[in-house]
C-alpha cells in the first residue's frame, strides 16, 4: 500500500506543481489567515485540485490540509492525507523558487509514504515507509556529520537567541528556507546537517519531509527529543529537530534536553 500511496502522491504533486506555476510570479490575490500569515489564490486552487484527486482516489482516507477546514472525522480514520498544497507561501509570493507542494499518506499515527516538490526547480523528493528516500529518482543520505563543529543548520535567526539554549549557543554555520518541507529535505539529501523550529509546526508543514529524512539516515523528533506522532486532535508538534545522528544529541544537549 505505501508504494501504491507513493505513487499517487508523486502524480498528485507534480500536477498540483504546473497549477501552481500559473499564479507564480503572476501577482496572485493574497489574504492574511489570522495566526496563520498569508494565503494566496493560488494555495486555494492547488488545494481543489489536490482534493478532488486525492479523494477521488482514496475515499476512504481521512483528510488534514492547510487550506481547509479540519474535521474530528480524521481521528477515527485508519490513513489519512496530509497535505500544506504550497508550503513556503512568503516565498511564493515574493516569486522565490523554494516554494513545495508537501503530501504525505499518515497510517496510526505515522507516515507511510510522503513527496515533497519544488514546482519551480521540479525538484522531487520521495519516500515510503521501510523503503529509500530518493531526490528525482536518485538515493538520498543524510550527512555523517558528528558533533556541532563545522555544522551547517537551517533554522531562524530568532531560534539562535540565547535564552533558548541553557547549554550555551551552538556555533555553526546557519540557513534559512522558507519551506519547512524542504528544509527537511536539504537535511535527507545531506546538503545541510540539521534543521530545526522551535515553534510548534503544523502536521501539514512537517508529516512528509519528516518521512525524507527519516528514511534517508537523519534523527528526526521534536524539540525536546520525543518522538513525531501525527493525526493529533491538534495537529501540531512541539517543534522539529531534524539531524544527522552524530549532531541531533549534541543540538538536544544543548537545548537542555540532553539524555
Known amino acids: 500500500m505505501p508504494a501504491r ?18 499564479y507564480w510570479r503572476q501577482a496572485p490575490k493574497v489574504w492574511e489567515k489570522p495566526g496563520q500569515g ?45 497535505l500544506d498544497p504550497i508550503d513556503g507561501t512568503r516565498a511564493f509570493i515574493a516569486g522565490e523558487e523554494t516554494f513545495a507542494v508537501s503530501l504525505a499518506v499518515v497510517r496510526q499515527g505515522q507516515p507511510m509514504a510522503g513527496v515533497v516538490y519544488l514546482p519551480a526547480l521540479d ?14 529518482g536518485q538515493p538520498i543520505r543524510a550527512s555523517g556529520q558528528l558533533g556541532i563543529e563545522g555544522a551547517t543548520l537551517l533554522t531562524t535567526a530568532a531560534a539562535m537567541a540565547p535564552e533558548h539554549w541553557p547549554g550555551g549557543v551552538p556555533d555553526l554555520k546557519r540557513s534559512f528556507r522558507a519551506s519547512l518541507a524542504y528544509r527537511l529535505c ?47 486532535p491538534h495537529p501540531q508538534a512541539a517543534g522539529v ?16 534536553h540532553g539524555g
Request: charged content about 25%; proline content about 3%.
Open 5 to 22: 500511496d507513493l505513487a499517487l502522491l508523486t502524480e498528485a504533486a507534480r500536477s498540483a506543481g504546473a497549477i501552481a506555476l500559473r
Open 38 to 82: 498569508p494565503v494566496t489564490e493560488a494555495d486555494l486552487a492547488v488545494n481543489d485540485h489536490l482534493r478532488g484527486l486525492l479523494r477521488g482516489a482514496r475515499p476512504d482516507y481521512g483528510w488534514l490540509s492547510e487550506e481547509d477546514a479540519d474535521s474530528p472525522a480524521r481521528l477515527g480514520q485508519d490513513r489519512l492525507f496530509v
Open 123 to 136: 525538484r522531487l523528493y520521495t519516500a515510503s515507509a521501510g523503503g529509500v528516500a530518493l531526490k528525482d
Open 186 to 232: 536539504l537535511v535527507a539529501e545531506g546538503r545541510h546537517d540539521g534543521m530545526l523550529t522551535l515553534r510548534d509546526a503544523w502536521e501539514w508543514d512537517i508529516a512528509a519531509g519528516a518521512l525524507i529524512a527519516a528514511v534517508a539516515g537523519a534523527q528526526v523528533t521534536d524539540r525536546t527529543g520525543a518522538v513525531l506522532e501525527f493525526n493529533r
Open 241 to 256: 529537530i531534524a539531524a544527522a545522528p552524530g549532531l541531533h544529541g549534541a543540538l538536544l544537549a544543548r537545548l537542555g
